[in-house]
């Protein structure tokens, strides 16, 4: 008996028809106004679209990205009878650019940053402040001290703050710091595998090492238990004063470090949190975001 050949045309119509019924898809092709012609040709690629979209709806930020191009969704641009994919920044994407360059116009401003420089007259950087001091006063590069790991509000001056004892340290004291972006940092390191050991080795021994903005990266097990987790095992087994700064409670950092893109390991987040809790003194800094 001979067998009976579906003709091609079916098959296309029958996926894009079952495509239909996913509720992202179907608004992808309304929005687009994309026809039936063009829909079942590109059929593929514009589930590929929606499933994107359908995980930038559940995103909360860059670390739980679950697209192909971190930080960056797929969408179609429709010509006539042709569509051409592209790749849109997601809003999270966009906010981690604007303050890494951000960032780069304030390094003047950080550098420059000391204690005659901060602003005391807010009340609620007062116990901040004192402790800063105490520890300026305190450090003598040999006893070992605990740094801080300083958290609160986006623009509160986390960052000014650390950075004016770290001068003061190094300009008074010759006390030599490294203050790392962490998530640019991890970029750098991934990017340039030929001084990798090198610039670990650096963040491992320095007498004084701030890890700015942690919480803000993408979560792997390589960014986390490879990088994070190596260096602070090392600071801890020497003694070696370490600050951090976030946006993050240290239990919302623990939960962040707990999720990557393929697994959620509770019990490696602890262990790194655990390490911080053994290098510094959790405070927090609630006040005006300085950078209005």
């Known amino acids: 008996m001979e067998k009976i050949k579906i003709p091609k045309e079916y098959d296309l119509t029958k996926d894009y028809q079952e495509s239909l019924n996913d509720p992202f898809f ?12 063009v829909g079942m040709v590109n059929n593929s690629n514009l589930m590929d679209v929606a499933v994107e979209l359908k995980n930038c709806s559940n995103c909360k930020g860059l670390y739980e990205c679950q697209n192909k191009v971190l930080g960056h969704y797929m969408y179609p641009k429709i010509m006539g009878k042709l569509m ?14 604007r303050l890494w360059q951000e960032r780069l116009n304030a390094s003047k401003e950080l550098e420059m940053a000391s204690f005659k420089s901060v602003d005391v007259t807010d009340k609620r950087r007062v116990q901040l402040i004192k402790w800063l001091k105490d520890f300026f006063d305190n450090y003598d590069g040999i006893k070992k001290m605990k740094g801080l790991y ?12 650390i950075y004016a004892l770290l001068n003061e340290l ?16 991890l970029r750098t390191l991934k990017e340039d595998w030929d001084s990798f050991q090198d610039n670990m080795a650096s963040y491992q021994n320095v007498p004084i090492l701030l890890i700015d903005d942690i919480g803000a990266e ?28 976030s946006n993050l409670s240290i239990q919302e950092l623990e939960e962040h470090l707990s999720k990557t893109k393929i697994d959620v390991d509770k019990l490696k987040a602890r262990r790194i949190i655990e390490r911080i809790k053994q290098l510094t003194i959790d405070m927090e800094l609630i006040s005006d975001n300085k950078r209005k």
């Open 26 to 37: 179907k608004k992808l092709v309304k929005d687009l106004r994309i026809s039936t012609e």
């Open 170 to 185: 190094k300009m008074k004291k010759r006390i030599d710091y490294i203050a790392i972006y962490y998530p640019e940092v």
């Open 84 to 97: 051409d994919l592209g790749y849109v920044p997601c809003k999270y994407k966009e906010e981690q650019d």
């Open 150 to 161: 300083l958290h609160g509000s986006f623009g509160s001056g986390k960052t000014y703050l």
């Open 218 to 245: 993408s979560v792997s097990e390589w960014s986390r238990d490879e990088v994070l987790g190596t260096i602070l095992q090392a600071r801890m087994n020497n003694g070696l004063t370490t600050f951090f700064t």
